[in-house]
């Protein structure tokens, strides 16, 4: 069934910039939380419809108890709904941290000199696997920097050995991707490897915000990251992840550029992503990140 999109300040078209930070702020200045409407919304969604960015406002800026609970409530009831009492898990595997970027609050940046770079070789990667493949894990998500050397030949090289690796009654059967953006030649190749789902998370959705942190590489590119999955999309993959960095920014912001981000994606592809991930700060070498 064809989504209808809601219309807001930045029409969305394909491979276009999409976030008013205006706008966004507007919704969350300006709309008032009641317990009414937080029901109303709560029962919306329960309906499987989709919430636009006033509705999602009406949720976050709930500080109503009752309220409060009502949403917690609706979440675990509509997770049910949709998924019942389901957990999917995957495994983390860094195939390599060597990176050109200069983000501030990473570890992996091309700055810090205390941090010791290594890229798995096909071995390497293979035993790391039959570890995982012993511990019963059947999904990976394999990281990599943003690196020359992680291009996405060698992307697709990786995602194929560990499709390739069986040991005993072991195998993974989804390999999920968590990399640097790519250009659509590029999402194709990855593509082909037969991949899972290709995340790309855009840290913060404030674009002065994104400046602060994002100091050097091609990181920096606010809108080449933000347009990343409708490259993906148009490449072919029909299956991809967004998240945003808590801690960086305002919270609530955030979450608004995560729906924002939903309703593009299913304005111009009519899909939305199939991950909404929620990563946090964490300290490592090299780092100030202050209180």
Known sequence: MKFTPEKYAIP?????????????????NKTISTPVKVKEVVEKSLAKSRLNLEEVAILINATDPGSVQLIKEGAKELKKKIYGNRI????????GNKCSNNCAYCGFKASNRDAVRKTLSDKELVKEIEVLEDNGQKRLILVYGEHAQYSPEFIAQTVKIAYSVKKG????????INAAPLDIEGFRTVKEAGIGTYQVFQETYHREAYKTYHLRGKKADFDYRLTSLDRALEAGLDDVGIGALFGLYDWKFEVMGLVRHTNHLEACYNVGPHTISFPRIKDASMLDLGD
């Open 12 to 28: 969305d078209a394909p491979m276009q910039p999409f976030i008013d930070t205006g706008e966004i702020w507007d919704f969350l």
């Open 88 to 95: 999917v898990l995957f495994a983390p595997l860094y195939v």
């Open 169 to 176: 009654n072991g195998e993974i059967r989804r390999v999920n």
